[in-house]
């Protein structure tokens, strides 16, 4: 499902849309036969989601990437989703590691996204792919009223980007606005906003 985004700025570059996707099947199978005027406007959002019928879901979703995402496209994972447990034996962390590593080696760029709620351990993970892939990080928050999630204020902002070592226009915005009802019942937008952060 795609999600009505506005971008304005990405890394300095104009791009005139960024849809939020989920990471699936058929999301990448779009984007790979978007045209090539398409894919070189829009910086799309992939969402990491569970699924039990696929056996690997972050090597398939790795694999997905390769198959699929545009080459020299920078691609946004959101592994939000997903449990921050470890996913590997040894010092590889959770998921945001594997994902980072695993394109790294595949030389896709991505950008992760990190929230306010987000650990300490998770930090360090969106610190270490941050390092490696030099795409900048993604803050995500949702401004909607009935939000789970509790909104960072200007000093938790300021603490993250002290932990992820990183400058704010390194950083891009994303705000999840929630629905927007349009007056038939059951029919909604999901309205989100996106913008490179200038302080």
């Not at 699936?24 to 045209?35: I, M, T, W, Y």
């Not at 829009?42 to 398939?60: A, F, G, N, S």
């Not at 447990?85 to 590889?92: R, S």
């Not at 998770?122 to 990080?137: D, F, I, P, S």
Request: net charge negative; hydrophobic share 40%; glycine share 8%.
């Amino acid at each position: 499902m795609l999600q009505l985004v506005e971008c304005v700025l990405c890394l300095g570059e104009p791009v005139a849309y960024v849809p939020i996707l989920m990471g699936k099947a058929g999301e990448f199978l779009a984007l790979g036969h978007a045209s090539a005027e398409v894919q070189s406007q829009i910086r799309p959002v992939m969402e990491v989601v569970p699924d039990c019928d696929v056996r690997d879901l972050l090597e398939t979703f790795c694999d997905r990437v390769m198959e699929d995402v545009p080459n020299g496209m920078v691609l946004t994972v959101d592994c939000g989703a997903l449990p921050a447990a470890q996913v590997l034996k040894g010092d590889a962390g959770g998921p945001m590691v594997r994902v980072g590593e695993s394109l790294s080696w595949r030389q896709v760029a991505m950008c992760p996204v990190f929230r306010g709620t987000d650990t300490d351990e998770t930090l360090a993970e969106v610190r270490a792919v941050m390092a490696w892939h030099q795409q900048g990080g993604c803050l995500r928050i949702s401004s909607a009223r009935d939000a789970q999630e509790r909104r960072p204020d200007e000093e938790r902002v300021r603490e993250m980007l002290r932990t992820l070592r990183a400058a704010p226009e390194e950083t891009d915005l994303s705000i999840d606005a929630g629905p927007v009802h349009l007056g038939t019942e059951g029919q909604h937008w999901q309205l989100r906003c996106w913008t490179r952060s200038s302080t």
